[in-house]
DNA sequence: GATAAATATTGACAGAGATCGATGTCCGGT
DNA sequence: ACCGGACATCGATCTCTGTCAATATTTATC
C-alpha cells in the first residue's frame, strides 16, 4: 500500500495528474455521507473494529447497499477487511487516512 | 462561513447524519481530479492568487468546464472569489481546507 | 457607444454511481 | 448432510456529474 501523494503538500507546487489521479479516488471513497458515517462508526466502535451487522442496524439502508459501501471503503485502502468465522470485521486503515488528512490540512498552520 | 463539523475528530463518536451531509459536501467539491489539480495550482501560484487564465492553461479542457470546476470549488467555500477588472481571482479558502483535513486525519497521531 | 476580451450561464449528452430485490457463497450448528 | 444466518455479488433502474458548443454578461479600450 503506497503513500497517498509522498510528501507534496499540495500548496507548495501544483499536483501532477496521476497525483490528482490517485488521491481523488481517495476522496471519492469518502465523499459519501453513508460511507463517512460508516467510517466513523467502525472508528468510534469499541476495539476500533466493528462487523457488518453492527454497522448495518444504523442505517435506514439495505444490507447490500451497505454492502456496497464496504466495498469501495475496503477497495480504496481505507477500511481493512478480517474475516472471523461467519462475521466480518472492518477496521479503519490509520495511515492512509492519517496521510490523506495531511495532504489536504497542508494549507495553514 | 460555518465550521467543517465543530471540534468532533469522527473516530472518538459516530458522526450524526448531517455532519456527514456537510462533510461529504465538501469532500465531493474536492474529490475530483481537475479540482484537486485546479485547487493546488492556485495554492501554489505566487501570492496564493490565480486569475481563471492562468489556470485555464494547464489543462486540455474547455473554458466553459474549467468555470463549472471553479464554481463548485466556490460554491463550496474552498475557494474565494475577487473580480479585478476583467479578470477573476480565486484563492483557497485556508481555514476550510484546513479544518477539513484536520477533521480526516483524526484517526492516528 | 461599438468592439474585443475574460468569464459565466445554458442546454444537451454520455458515463458514473447509489440503491434495491433476488440470488449466490461460506460457515456453524443440529 | 442439511439448514439457517452473515455477508457478497448480480442485474436493473434512477439520479447525479463532467464535458462540450453555443450564447450571455461584464469591462476596458478606441
Not at 477487511?81 to 490540512?105: C, F, P, Q
Request: hydrophobic share 40%.
Amino acid at each position: 500500500m503506497e503513500t497517498v501523494a509522498c510528501c507534496t503538500p499540495m500548496t507548495r507546487e501544483p499536483m501532477t495528474a496521476p497525483q490528482a489521479e490517485r488521491v481523488s479516488a481517495l476522496l471519492k471513497a469518502l465523499a459519501d455521507p453513508v460511507r463517512l458515517q460508516l467510517l466513523s462508526l467502525v472508528a468510534s466502535h469499541e476495539g476500533g473494529e466493528a462487523c457488518v451487522c453492527d454497522l448495518a442496524e444504523a442505517f435506514d439502508l439495505s444490507q447490500p447497499t451497505i454492502s456496497h459501501h464496504l466495498k469501495v471503503l475496503h477497495g480504496s485502502g481505507l477500511l481493512e477487511r478480517s474475516k472471523r468465522g461467519v462475521w466480518v470485521y472492518y477496521k479503519v486503515a490509520d495511515e492512509v487516512l492519517n496521510s490523506l488528512g495531511k495532504l489536504i490540512s497542508s494549507a495553514g498552520a
